[in-house]
């Protein structure tokens, strides 16, 4: 399974940006698809989850400043009244199944994309 983000940038405090995840790829399911977030000489820490079902979990910090959706296996990341705290590189990561003669909980992480909020 390959995943591949989008939608990173430059946006001033207060403001909007919407990443993209799409996952592809062979795999007998593609179950929960997550964005986490990482800053130089930190943990990475997740972000916001999504299942197949469309059950969603999200980091307490985030004050309900951000939405996941899921369309299939793309998934967005709405992200609303930015701070300069979550400039960060975004991870996009999707678990899933791969049975050959038998079947394996794997997980796909994608190269990442640069968010910077500016004060």
């Known amino acids: 399974v390959e995943v591949v983000e989008s939608g990173g940038g430059l946006v001033p405090a207060g403001g909007s940006l919407r990443l993209s995840c799409a996952a592809s790829g062979t795999a007998s399911s593609i179950n929960d698809i997550g964005w986490s977030r990482q800053v130089p000489g930190k943990r990475r820490e997740l972000v916001a989850r999504?299942?197949?079902?469309?059950d969603t979990t999200y980091a307490d910090s985030l004050e309900g400043r951000f939405t996941i959706s899921r369309d299939k296996n793309t998934v967005y990341l709405q992200m609303n009244s930015l701070k300069v705290e979550d400039t960060a590189v975004y991870y996009c990561n999707a678990e899933f199944v791969y049975c050959a003669d038998m079947c394996h909980d794997l997980s796909a992480w994608g190269q990442g994309t640069l968010v910077t909020v500016t004060s």
């Open positions: 999504i299942s197949s079902g469309g």
